[in-house]
């Protein structure tokens, strides 16, 4: 049988993938540069909700730490109270076998009641000091859910970019990037604010 004429198919081959790499090779260099561009925002906003969070957790430890001092001081209020109570029941007792109560009953109450009020002032004190922990902690949680939300947003972004190289379908690359502005616009309003 004659020979048919030989074509260099290997050269064709060479370019054909030649082209595909070319065609193929700036869509992934788009993908692997607004993914890298993804991941950093994804670090940056990852950092910033670890950090609201932690904030807030130390917040509401020193609310509770004041809330534990209140608390002291409230019952140490009703300690003075009931020492006081204790010298009026002297005093009544006294009244009441129709003798003179001794000066100083009267002197110690009028004493514990003073001091019941100084001690109240510093209980309210502590109590309005741990509110505005508590408040300042649930507005650094709020936050932190922002930022998770960010990281969210940024997350599945990479992942449509991840489907966009192994599909190479320019479509879902523009889906990457849509979610991905949409996680950069909720980061840059927690950023400004």
Known sequence: MPEGPEVETESLHEAIHEELEKEGGNLLRAIALS???L???AALASLRAGATVNEALALKTE??????QASDQWAYYQAKGIKAAVQEGTRSAFEAAGKEPPAA???KVARYE???DAIKEKAKELEKERDAKVEEAEHLMH???KYANAVALFQVAIALGAVAALTRIKLVLAA???VGLGGLASLAMLLVH
């Not at 609310?63 to 534990?68: C, D, E, K, S, V």
């Open 35 to 37: 993914t890298s561009l």
């Open 39 to 41: 991941a950093a925002l």
């Open 63 to 68: 609310a509770t730490q004041l809330q534990a």
């Open 105 to 107: 009953l009267g002197e």
């Open 114 to 116: 003073k001091e019941q």
């Open 143 to 145: 936050q932190h859910h």
């Open 176 to 178: 990457s990037v849509l």
